[in-house]
Structures are given as C-alpha cells and as structure tokens.
C-alpha cells in the first residue's frame, strides 16, 4: 500500500519563475493538504482541497494556487517566485469519512529559489 | 504564524533515559497531535488526543492534554537512538493542522 508520493524531490528555480508541485494521497483518502516548512520552523499550512475545490486557506497570498484532480492527486503552483519561497513542501493525505482528523505526510519537496 | 510552542527547544539525552518536551497553544482545539520528522524530511503521526481525552499511550509514548492550561506534554520512555528526530506537536481545527516549532531531540549511545 503506497502512501503519500510527491514529486520532485528538490527543485532549483529562479526568482520571478513559476513552480508545480505534485502529490499522490495514499490509498483511500481523497483530501488533500498542503504546508510549507522553511528551515528550522514548523509546517505552515498553505491550503486543502476536497472534492476538488479548495476547502481551507492558510495565510498565504494568492501566488500559492492549486488543483485537485478526480483521482484525488493534487499539484500546488507558486508563481512570481521569491527567494522566501525556499522551503520544504509537505503533501498530507487524510480521509473525509469519520473524523478526518490524521493527516499522512508525503516526504516533501525541497525547493531553492535563487 | 505558530499556533503551539513547544519547550524545550532542543533535549539531549543518553540512550535509555526518558525524554519529556511540552506544547503550549493558544486557541480552541478538536484535537491535538504529536509528529516526528528526521533529518528534514516527511512527518510521521506518532499519537493523537482529543480535546475530551485527558491521557493516552502508544508503546513507549504517552501524551496528556491539559485543555484548561492550553497545554499538552510528550513522553517518550526508554529511548533508543533511532528516537533521534525533531518533535512537532500540532494543534487540529477547521480541517487543518497549525504546528509548533519543534523540538530536537538527540539521544546519545
């Protein structure tokens, strides 16, 4: 049973570019999270999607997009890059039924905005 | 901005000695949640307490939740080297996780 995949692993890219993220949920959960962690913080929640639509926001401007597909798998676009932008990204995966109350983490993107 | 704080900031401790960190937060919770992350990389769901729930266990975790004081406290029994990683304690409302900074836990053979 796989459980949360993201990809890339790492990403180098410049200020002023546009970045895509991507994410697989585990098996049988179909919402979808997204945080950014700068070094040495904790995870920051960015937003999550269920049933395809954005459900919750963090306080993230709008240069932090993202879809979610039919088959649950998600992608999170930043666009107009700043160097504050470097962080890990983490991907969680929970199920809507009963209390959808653990998230899954995937292992993260770790981006570098130079 | 970060809901909880943990305290300590950083814990070094010998192999098989307890380890204790505390999290404090500031608003209302459904539930409160205990992650571990090493070396940088995805998170791990170690345990998860509810506003109603006062203690609970798993293995050699146990976590108490004080809703009157804000607070809530993670101990891991016996460590073991492997227990080496950065601890989040991470407060659930509204859908989404709001986490502390973390504490760094090393313990030393």
């Known amino acids: 049973d796989a459980g949360v995949t993201q990809s890339p692993t790492h990403l180098i890219k410049t200020r002023g570019q546009q970045v895509t993220l991507r994410c697989s949920p585990k098996s049988g959960h179909d919402t979808v999270s997204w945080y950014q962690q700068a070094l040495g913080q904790g995870p920051q929640f960015i937003f999550q999607?269920?049933?395809?639509?954005?459900?919750q926001r963090g306080n993230f401007p709008d240069r932090f997009s993202g879809h979610q597909f039919p088959n649950y798998s998600s992608e999170l676009n930043v666009n107009a890059l700043l160097l504050g932008d470097s962080a890990l990204y983490l991907c969680?995966?929970?199920?809507?039924?009963?209390?959808?109350?653990?998230?899954?983490f995937g292992p993260g993107t770790r981006l570098l905005v130079l | 901005s970060q809901q909880g704080e943990e305290d300590p900031q950083a814990l070094s401790i010998q192999e098989g000695e307890n380890a204790t960190m505390n999290c404090s937060y500031k608003t209302s919770i459904n539930n409160l949640q205990w992650y571990r992350q090493n070396s940088g990389r995805g998170l791990v769901h170690l345990i998860l307490i509810r506003s109603n729930e006062r203690e609970k266990h798993s293995g050699r975790l146990r976590v108490t939740l004080d809703t009157s004081k804000k607070s809530s406290s993670l101990l891991i029994t016996a460590s073991r080297a492997a227990d080496t990683a950065s601890y989040f304690c991470?407060?659930?409302?509204?859908?989404?996780?709001?986490f502390g900074a973390g504490t760094t836990v090393t313990v030393r053979a």
């Open positions: 991470a407060t659930g409302f509204d859908y989404k996780l709001s």
């Open positions: 999607y269920y049933e395809e639509e954005e459900r």
């Open positions: 969680a995966s929970s199920f809507s039924g009963g209390t959808q109350e653990t998230q899954y």
